[in-house]
């Protein structure tokens, strides 16, 4: 299928989700938030699989569908990365955003990224736990580790972030045309590796932004999450200093599977 061309004022913002009970008040929570920014959107959910037999995720979230708001899914559970990845095919912007669903990560703070994305006319822009403004309940394993990961970040790729793993990002669709193909993790890392080959490519107006966050991030952090994290990490600096599969500028990972081809193009 020939890619349709974008609508630059447009803003996507693409929830992917799974096994979640509170989805369709996540999505009218953050379109009733669109709705005062006073720009034209669309909002795209993408179920990542379905966890069980009696998962009604997908049932609930397309009670929340409108003129506005589409809902995407597919049989089995792929990983986050695969989910946004899957609805970044689909978005019609010239700006694209994520965020996480489960009703942790507050609205506002898209319209937070957005102002930053125009005052710094950034590339990327990341919404960031460890931001002076923002509001978070921030336990002190997960410090220990965020810093720990922004130095080896820092020393491995000179990426000068604090924090890749919050679920809220907003990016200029150029990046992601030049980025998106030559991606390969689908789950752990996923965060991650974007912001490194965008790095790696040229795309090194990079900012962090304020967000609002109600979670416990303890309940996240245990030992198979944090192996498969780490192993990803080396996957990354393989790709990047031995194979050097982030530099090939027609390498296309996904072609394998048209559902991942972006159906419109700046």
Not at 62 to 88: C, F, I
Not at 106 to 113: D, K, Y
Request: with cysteine; aromatic share 10%; glycine share 6%.
């Amino acid at each position: 299928m020939k890619p349709q061309p974008a609508d630059p004022n447009l803003l996507s913002v693409i929830v992917p989700t799974y096994k979640c009970p509170t989805i369709v008040r996540d999505l009218k929570s953050i379109t009733r938030y669109l709705d005062q920014l006073n720009r034209p959107y669309e909002v795209l959910c993408i179920v990542d699989g379905k966890a069980h037999a009696r998962d009604t995720t997908l049932q609930k979230a397309r009670k929340a569908r409108s003129t506005k708001v589409s809902v995407y899914s597919y049989p089995q559970n792929r990983g986050k990365g695969y989910a946004v990845r899957y609805g970044m095919a689909r978005a019609k912007g010239g700006l694209i955003a994520f965020i996480d669903a489960g009703s942790d990560l507050h609205a506002s703070g898209i319209g937070m990224a957005l102002e930053h994305l125009k005052w710094y006319q950034a590339d990327i822009i990341i919404g960031s736990k460890r931001h002076k403004a923002s509001k978070v309940t921030y336990p002190f394993k997960r410090r220990v580790i965020s810093t720990l990961a922004q130095w080896a970040i820092r020393l491995f790729f000179g990426v000068r972030v604090s924090d890749t793993q919050t679920g809220l990002k907003v990016f200029r669709r150029q990046v992601l045309e030049e980025v998106l193909p030559r991606l390969v993790i689908k789950r752990f890392a996923f965060d991650l590796e974007i912001l490194i080959v965008a790095h790696r490519l040229g795309f090194n107006r990079i900012y962090e932004s304020p967000i609002e966050l109600n979670y416990n991030f303890s309940s996240t952090i245990n030992g198979s999450a944090l192996y498969h994290s780490a192993v990803d990490f080396l996957a990354i600096i393989y790709r990047t200093y031995i194979i050097r599969h982030y530099d090939d500028r027609h390498q296309d990972i996904w072609e394998h599977d048209p559902k991942l081809a972006l159906r419109y193009h700046s």
